[in-house]
């Protein structure tokens, strides 16, 4: 069924003549939750992805700014076409810092309470409901903190 969906919006977006990088991305990540469930057997394992790349980037955030060099910042200077200074001002690097490991939290608090809703081996719903009601507003506060964190570089 799934493949059906995917290859009815691939035919859309080539009768719209839209970009097909986003459709060919889905696909992708619905074959590897497929295969895992066909694996596995149970639909449940398909969140395993989900899980340990959350664990992932919040331990790489995390190590970013425990060695001085939060990501973000990064990110920030490479989306404003900017050299990375040697020497970034106090208050910004903070700021940097601060969203970066707040990220980190959030990305690991979702890897943790899936890795916990999953080893308890709840239902898919309980999984995508936690999945659901965690992200939303961490993406939000990420976003909110990364701009903040930004106008402190431009400020100064």
């Keep these: 069924m799934?493949?059906?969906?995917?290859?009815?919006?691939?035919?859309t977006r080539i009768h719209r003549a839209l970009?097909?990088?986003a459709v060919m991305g889905g696909g992708v990540g619905l074959?590897?939750?497929?295969?895992?469930?066909?694996?596995?057997?149970?639909?449940t394992s398909s969140l395993l992805t989900d899980i340990c790349t959350d664990?992932?980037?919040?331990?790489?955030l995390a190590l970013s700014v425990i060695v001085?060099?939060?990501?973000?910042?990064?990110?920030?200077r490479?989306?404003?076409?900017?050299?990375?200074p040697r020497v970034m001002d106090r208050s910004a690097h903070r700021g940097y810092a601060?969203?970066?490991?707040?990220?980190?939290a959030v990305l690991l608090v979702r890897g943790s309470a899936l890795a916990g809703v999953y080893a308890a081996d709840e239902p898919v719903g309980w999984l995508l409901g936690v999945k659901i009601a965690l992200v939303l507003p961490g993406t939000l506060l990420v976003i909110a903190a990364f701009y903040a964190a930004g106008s402190l570089e431009t400020a100064s």
């Design 2 to 11: 799934a493949g059906l969906v995917l290859v009815c919006v691939l035919a």
């Design 19 to 21: 970009p097909l990088r």
């Design 31 to 43: 074959a590897i939750a497929v295969m895992i469930t066909e694996f596995t057997g149970t639909a």
């Design 55 to 60: 664990l992932t980037l919040g331990i790489v």
């Design 68 to 76: 001085g060099r939060p990501l973000f910042g990064v990110l920030w």
């Design 78 to 84: 490479h989306l404003r076409r900017r050299a990375l």
């Design 98 to 104: 601060l969203t970066t490991g707040v990220a980190a």
